[in-house]
């Protein structure tokens, strides 16, 4: 049973440009987050999506930053016009169903370098 | 708002040595914590899982215990290794949020051979 993949594993952009971030989830998984890691600081909570909804994006940047989990594939961390200070580990996790103390299991993380 | 709180920042110990790593949560309502180790450049492994109706789980030379009213959980790692060497991290999902995960800042651990 494949583990929840990332890829890239690596994304170099210059600023102005989008970066696409793709998170596969565990097989039997439904749901995804994604958090970041920023240099030097600790992982933050970004968004919260089932297949087709998004449940909680209270952490997710109101601009230039969105999410989006389809019916079929992967889901998608989209950043548009990325700055420097969008340089980050970007980490996905993935749980069966959510219920009150589901696990998590993590990704391998996408780190994203804006030049 | 939820904030996690590890102590210490980082530890360095002889091999062999058992230790004790803090994590501290200001909003007692969670429905679990989890502890997790990640390896530079690497992803999160998940260490243990313990739900708030639990004292405590263990995994092999790993011990983690929770005391939800004082918001306070140890992890313990008996007879320390250098592969043991990591950066750990606790996380605490609250009852308000459901699913979302608060992480501290982690313990940078280095186990010296």
């Known amino acids: 049973n494949a583990g929840v993949m990332q890829n890239p594993r690596h994304l170099v952009r210059r600023r102005g440009q989008e970066a696409r971030l793709r998170c596969s989830p565990m097989?039997?998984?439904?749901?995804v987050y994604w958090y970041r890691q920023l240099p030097e600081e600790g992982l933050k909570f970004m968004v919260y999506l089932q297949k087709e909804n998004i449940i909680d994006e209270s952490g997710m940047p109101k601009e230039r930053f969105s999410a989006e989990f389809p019916k079929e594939g992967p889901s998608i961390l989209r950043i548009q016009q990325v700055v420097r200070g969008d340089s980050a580990a970007y980490f996905c996790?993935?749980?069966?169903?959510?219920?009150?103390?589901?696990?998590?299991?993590f990704g391998p993380g996408t780190r994203l370098t804006v030049l | 708002k939820q904030e996690v709180t590890q102590i210490p920042a980082a530890l360095s110990v002889p091999e062999g040595e058992n230790l004790v790593l803090n994590c501290s949560f200001t909003d007692s309502a969670i429905y679990n914590l989890q502890w997790f180790r990640q390896d530079p450049g690497k992803g999160l492994t998940s260490l243990l899982l313990i739900q708030s109706s639990q004292r405590e789980q263990t995994s092999g030379r790993l011990n983690a215990s929770l005391d939800k009213s004082s918001g306070r959980s140890t992890l313990y790692i008996a007879a320390s290794q250098p592969g043991d060497s990591a950066t750990y991290l606790c996380?605490?999902?609250?009852?308000?949020?459901?699913?979302?995960?608060?992480f501290g800042e982690g313990t940078q651990l280095t186990v010296n051979p």
């Open positions: 097989k039997g998984h439904s749901h």
């Open positions: 996380a605490a999902v609250e009852e308000t949020s459901g699913s979302r995960l608060t």
């Open positions: 996790a993935s749980s069966p169903f959510v219920l009150a103390g589901n696990e998590q299991f």
